[in-house]
């Protein structure tokens, strides 16, 4: 196949191909960041709270989450490794086998609810205009659109697509839709509503982190094409923060001021909100393309020999049918549940990697089993325990005190068991 994407596998990236600045790391995770599932996220938050305390909780939530989605981040950018891969120094090398058959179930789940919102958001727009809503058409044609856009890779999705054309349209759309709710509902009236009461603020937090943490197991397999860590670094958490902020802001917003919890509905109910939700869907297909591709990356973690495009086919259409089966219903269960398993993970590889091992690897011996990240039969069963005991105190948590959150303490204590155990072992 003439001039297809280089297909880089597992393998580090090399340098001459880490082609990504500054510029390109706030586009991607800036449009990342956005989205119509970002909104509906926003929606779950009132009028369970009061929008200040919503605006709040979104906030807190984005500058903390983004914080742990640079663990993967500077790993990828500092040694062009994916994020599967970046795990087999702590997890060892077939320890790093069970988060990547979880991420993969992760990634088509994802995959399914964006395709779920963008079908359902173009459907609005053609049963408005012409009467039907194509539903069963939209969904292949932007199941197939989305793994065109993983076998691309992401230079082409960055370079030639979200630079050029799709941010810019993004962010004029929402400028666009924020002006408009701010211009004719008052902000302070809608601050002045009361919550119902029924969502504990911490729990709030949980909710808004949850966002920033479903995109820790896929951030290396984009930073590592980075230039350098820090421009990579700095791009993606401002990026992420930006956009984030925004539209889980718009979301609670559109929903208090329009008074539905129906977002579709919000977006339509607006002058020209047929136009805006289809840009705002277009963009999205570069979320789809993610969950695509890195479902596809994870995979080769297991299974190297198999091409890029062959997964990210099997993934796409994986997607498109699990998209048919699982209920949207379900989102605020889902987004928590990845909470459960991936906090406490990369609070021991944070543990591991920044102050243990002081951001020093043996790249080689990434990948042979026999090396020093082969530990007992592949597996570290030091971090298996603490990654097992950190998944327990989430639950715990979040099951017999839910108002406290438990994202962050989780995170937090798996990796200080982590590191107490790394430290009784010198001793």
């Not at 399914?112 to 039907?132: D, N, Q």
């Not at 906090?343 to 690897?361: E, Q, S």
């Amino acid at each position: 196949m003439p001039n297809k994407p280089p297909d880089w596998g597992i393998e580090p990236v090399p340098q001459g191909e880490r082609k990504l600045g500054f510029l390109d790391f706030f586009v991607l995770w800036g449009s990342l960041g956005a989205g119509l599932l970002v909104m509906l996220a926003g929606t779950l938050l009132v009028p369970r709270l009061g929008l200040g305390a919503a605006l709040v909780a979104i906030v807190i939530g984005t500058l903390l989450g983004n914080l742990l989605l640079l663990v993967p981040a500077v790993m990828g950018s500092e040694y062009g490794i994916p994020t599967m891969v970046a795990l087999r120094p702590t997890l060892g090398i077939r320890g790093s086998y069970l988060p990547s058959f979880v991420n993969v179930i992760q990634l088509v789940g994802w995959t399914a609810f964006e395709l779920i919102i963008m079908t359902t958001a173009a459907s609005a727009v053609t049963e408005r205009i012409f009467g039907v809503s194509a539903y069963g058409i939209w969904l292949s044609a932007l199941a197939l659109l989305c793994t065109v856009l993983a076998i691309g890779g992401p230079l082409v999705v960055v370079r030639v697509w979200l630079e050029k054309f799709g941010i810019w349209l993004l962010l004029a759309t929402t400028a666009y839709l924020t002006y408009y709710l701010l211009s004719r509902y008052s902000l302070s009236d809608l601050m002045a509503q009361p919550g119902e009461g029924d969502l504990p603020f911490p729990l709030a937090v949980d909710i808004v982190v949850a966002l920033p943490l479903s995109w820790l197991p896929l951030a290396a397999d984009y930073n590592r094409f980075a230039r350098g860590t820090r421009a990579a670094s700095l791009g993606t958490y401002l990026g992420f923060l930006v956009t984030n902020i925004w539209f889980f802001a718009l979301g609670a917003v559109a929903v208090l001021a329009l008074q539905t919890q129906d977002l579709i509905a919000s977006i339509m109910a607006l002058t020209i909100g047929g136009i805006a939700l289809i840009i705002i869907l277009v963009d999205e297909t570069d979320n789809a393309f993610a969950d695509v591709y890195s479902a596809a990356v994870s995979t080769r973690n297991l299974l190297s020999g198999i091409t890029h495009w062959k997964l990210a086919s099997f993934f796409g259409v994986l997607g498109f049918i699990a998209a048919i089966l699982l209920p949207i219903e379900r989102y605020e269960m889902f987004l928590l549940l990845l909470g459960s398993v991936f906090a406490p993970l990369f609070g021991i590889v944070a543990a591991d990697y920044f102050l243990l091992r002081r951001r020093r690897l043996e790249v080689e011996a990434l990948y042979e089993e026999s090396g020093v990240y082969g530990y007992h039969k592949g597996f570290n069963g030091y971090a298996l325990f603490c990654w097992a005991v950190g998944v327990i105190v989430y639950q715990g948590i979040a099951n017999l005190y839910p108002s406290i959150g438990a994202s962050l303490p989780s995170f937090v204590l798996a990796g200080a068991i982590y590191l107490g155990i790394a430290r009784l072992r010198k001793w």
